[in-house]
C-alpha cells in the first residue's frame, strides 16, 4: 500500500470516527435535554400550572441543558463570550418552541388531549 493511499485511508477513518462521535454526542445530549423538558412539564402540569406556561418553562429548562451539554460534548465554543452563544442558541431555539406550542394547541383544543 502506497503512503498516500495510507494516509487518505487513515484520514478517511478520522474523519468517519468523529463524525460518529459528534453524532452520538447529539442524541445523547439532545436525549437529556428532552428528558429534562418533559420532567420539568410533567411536574409544572401536575401542580396544576397551565400548558402553555408549563411548556414555555419547561422549554427553557430543556433548552439551556440542551445548550450546557452540546457546548461542552458536541459543538464547543463558538464565541467566547458564553452568553453571547446562548442568546444564538435560544434564538434559534424559540422556532422550535412556536411548534410545540402550535401542536400542544391542536391537541388540547381539537383533540381534546390532556
Known sequence: ?????????????????????????????????????????SILINLGLWYVISLCISFMFGASTNFFLSRRFVFGVY????????????????????INLGV???LVDYAHWE
Do not use: C, P
Not at 11 to 30: A, D, H, M, N, P
Not at 82 to 95: D, E, N, P, R, T
Open 1 to 41: 500500500m502506497s503512503s498516500t493511499l495510507r494516509v487518505h485511508s487513515l484520514l478517511y477513518e478520522f474523519i468517519r470516527l468523529k463524525v460518529f462521535k459528534e453524532f452520538l454526542g447529539y442524541l445523547l445530549t439532545g436525549g437529556a435535554a428532552t428528558i429534562v423538558d418533559l420532567f420539568v412539564f
Open 79 to 98: 464565541f467566547k463570550n458564553k452568553l453571547i452563544q446562548y442568546g444564538v442558541f435560544m434564538s434559534i431555539a424559540l422556532s422550535t418552541l412556536l
Open 104 to 106: 400542544m394547541k391542536i
